[in-house]
């Protein structure tokens, strides 16, 4: 009789790693958070680290480079979006009484005749409150982190989260090929080339899926700030950039950037022109994500279906914060791939038939 190739003592084995791993991100999230970005960081940069070491520059220089630059990039894009973010706010402030107007001007007659109340606003007041308060709306960053003072802990423990992200990253790009040579050989022997062969897959799998997500982020942001700097939006830019980050959510990205192209539509424009020149430029937006660029970029080799994406980060994030949203797409592609060996198992089993895995 053949020797089982997994007893029942090994399933426990990795059925107790599968929960201590849980449990570990369930009650220790937020401290491994910012590891999981570190990490997910240096995988984006491995092939830029990789390319360099293929022409003799040292693979240290070559973390370095590459961490530097993650950090250019991320500086860069706050650099553009904050300072624009304030000035909406402060836009919003200013324009807040005259959009109560408006409102109270088209709602008040209606409910006055339909439902026989009178509604009475004060809008002097109002004028008054948000005069007051107008020019603060600038240094709402500032109010929100000065309203911490109580909680220094949590101001501090935010500081070296974000802190730790680039010293992850550096350590998990320099010392990459260790780390998985030093895993692998925890795997048993006869499970190692099956297992290389899994990871290489998966690993095709999330390359694939990244590189033509990111692809598609940035068309997309050059599209929605073209866009809606045709359409006049004033704040083209930093909305048009916010929607392009975002689509990498399936729908998210397209409702807030919907939502916050309307109200940034409503505090500078008035009539309905505006408002379907906004709709125009999303509508045509999510035919172009969906048809042209999805297809184009990623097509329908990877196999992680929209819905699948949105359930795994909804799970995860359920599941495990922060730290289950970072994980959901590698274990949602390991899943993928382990799903595509487990049927082309039954297909060649006998419990499927000869006749039908012949054909």
């Known amino acids: 009789m053949p020797r089982r190739l997994v007893t029942p003592r090994q399933y426990l084995w990795v059925a ?5 791993v849980s449990l570990a991100l369930h009650f220790l999230g937020p401290a491994i958070t910012p590891f ?30 590459t961490v530097l630059l993650f950090g250019v990039a991320v500086f ?12 909406e ?23 006055q005749q339909n439902l026989g109340l009178t509604l009475a606003f ?41 802190a730790l992200i680039p010293v992850v990253m550096f350590y998990v790009l ?12 925890l795997v048993p022997g006869r499970w190692r080339p099956k297992t290389r062969e899994i990871a290489g897959e998966v690993d095709a799998v999330l390359a694939e899926f990244l590189r033509g997500q990111g692809m598609v982020m940035v068309s997309l942001a050059l599209y929605y700030v073209i866009g809606l700097s045709v359409a006049g939006l004033q704040f083209a830019l930093p909305i048009g950039i916010l929607t392009g980050l975002l689509v990498f959510i399936p729908y998210v990205g397209f409702g807030t950037g919907f939502v916050l192209g309307m109200l940034a539509a409503l505090l500078q424009w008035e009539g309905i022109g505006p408002f379907l020149a906004i709709l125009a ?13 999805l297809p184009w970029l990623i097509g329908d ?53 000869d006749d039908s895995a012949a054909s």
């Open 174 to 185: 320099r010392d990459w090929e260790m780390i998985w040579d030093r895993l692998f050989d």
């Open 281 to 293: 430029v999303y509508g045509v937006g999510q035919i172009l994500e969906n048809y042209v660029l």
């Open 76 to 87: 860069a894009i706050l650099l553009v979006l904050v300072p624009l973010v304030q000035a």
């Open 16 to 20: 107790g790693a599968i929960a201590v």
């Open 301 to 353: 080799r990877i196999g992680l279906h929209p819905l699948a994406v949105i359930f795994a980060l909804l799970a995860f994030g359920t599941l495990f914060g922060l730290a289950g949203v970072l994980l959901a797409l590698p274990v949602s592609a390991a899943l993928l791939v382990g799903l595509r060996h487990l049927r082309g198992a039954y297909r060649r089993s006998a419990l499927y038939g």
């Open 89 to 111: 706010l402060g836009l919003a402030a200013k324009k807040l009484p005259e959009l109560f107007a408006r409102f109270m001007a088209h709602v008040s007659p209606w409910v």
């Open 122 to 162: 004060d809008m002097a007041t109002l004028r008054e409150l948000v005069a007051e308060h107008a020019d603060s709306a600038k240094d709402l960053s500032m109010h929100l982190l000065s309203g911490l003072r109580t909680g220094g802990a949590v101001v501090l423990s935010l500081i070296v989260n974000v």
């Open 36 to 65: 999981l970005i570190g990490a997910i960081f240096a995988y984006l940069g491995t092939p830029l680290v990789g390319a360099m070491a293929r022409r003799r520059v040292p693979r240290t220089l070559g973390t370095v480079i």
